[in-house]
C-alpha cells in the first residue's frame, strides 16, 4: 500500500469514528495522537461532531484542545530523548525532515510564535512539538503558546459550526487553509501595531 493510500485509508476510518457512540473518546485519542505523530488532524472529527450535536460544541472543543496539548508533550519528549531513534525517521517518513530542518535554527528567537503559529494553522504540529523538544524550548512557553493556539483553533471552529451550521462546515473545510493564515497574520499584525505605537 502507498504512503498516500495508507493515509487515505486512515482519513476515512478517522471520520467513521466521528459517528461512533463513542465518538468523544476517539476525538480524545486523535487529537492527543496528531500532536506527535498521526498525519489526520482532528478537525475531521471535531467537525462532524458539533454539527451532530451544537449543544455540545464546547465540551467537544475542550476535549480536543486538551488531548491536543497533552500530545503535544509526547511530540516534545520524542524531540528532547529520542530524536535520532524516532523523530528522524518519522519526519523522514512523512517527509518533513527538510523543513524540519528549515524552522530548527528560527527557535531561538521565535520559539513561542512558532508554536502559536503551528498551533491555529494546518502547518503539521507535530512538526513543531518534536522540534521544540529537539531545541529544549521552554516548557512554560511551550505549554502557553501551546493552550493558547490550539484553544483558539478548535473553539473558533466549534462557534464558527454552532452558530453557522451546515453551511459553515462548507466554507470552513473548502478555506480551512487561508482562513487560518489570514487570522495569524492579522493577530501578528496587531501584536506588531501595538509592539510599535
Known amino acids: 500500500m502507498s504512503f498516500k493510500k495508507l493515509v487515505r485509508y486512515i482519513y476515512d476510518k ?9 465518538a468523544l473518546g476517539w476525538l480524545f485519542v486523535i487529537s492527543f495522537v496528531e500532536s506527535s505523530f498521526f498525519p489526520i488532524p482532528p478537525d475531521i472529527m471535531l467537525i462532524p461532531m458539533v454539527l451532530a450535536t451544537p449543544k455540545k460544541a464546547w465540551r467537544i472543543a475542550g476535549v480536543c484542545t486538551l488531548a491536543s496539548v497533552i500530545g503535544a508533550y509526547l511530540g516534545y519528549v520524542i524531540g528532547f530523548y529520542f530524536f535520532e531513534l524516532i523523530a528522524e525517521p518519522l519526519l523522514n517518513f512523512y517527509g518533513y525532515l527538510d523543513k524540519f530542518n528549515e524552522f530548527k535554527h528560527l527557535y531561538e528567537a521565535w520559539g513561542a510564535w512558532i508554536v502559536f503559529g503551528a498551533g491555529i494553522t494546518p502547518f503539521p504540529y507535530k512538526i513543531i ?4 523538544g529537539v531545541v529544549h524550548l521552554n516548557l512554560v512557553v511551550f505549554t502557553i503558546a501551546s493552550i493558547i493556539a490550539r484553544g483558539i483553533r478548535f473553539f473558533l471552529i466549534a462557534w464558527l459550526l454552532k452558530t453557522y451550521g451546515e453551511k459553515m462546515r462548507h466554507f470552513i473545510e473548502k478555506n480551512l487553509d487561508w482562513l487560518s493564515i489570514l487570522f495569524l497574520i492579522l493577530l ?9 505605537l
Open 188 to 196: 501578528l499584525g496587531g501584536f506588531l501595531l501595538i509592539k510599535f
Open 14 to 22: 478517522t471520520i467513521n469514528l466521528s459517528g461512533s457512540k463513542n
Open 129 to 132: 512539538t518534536i522540534a521544540s
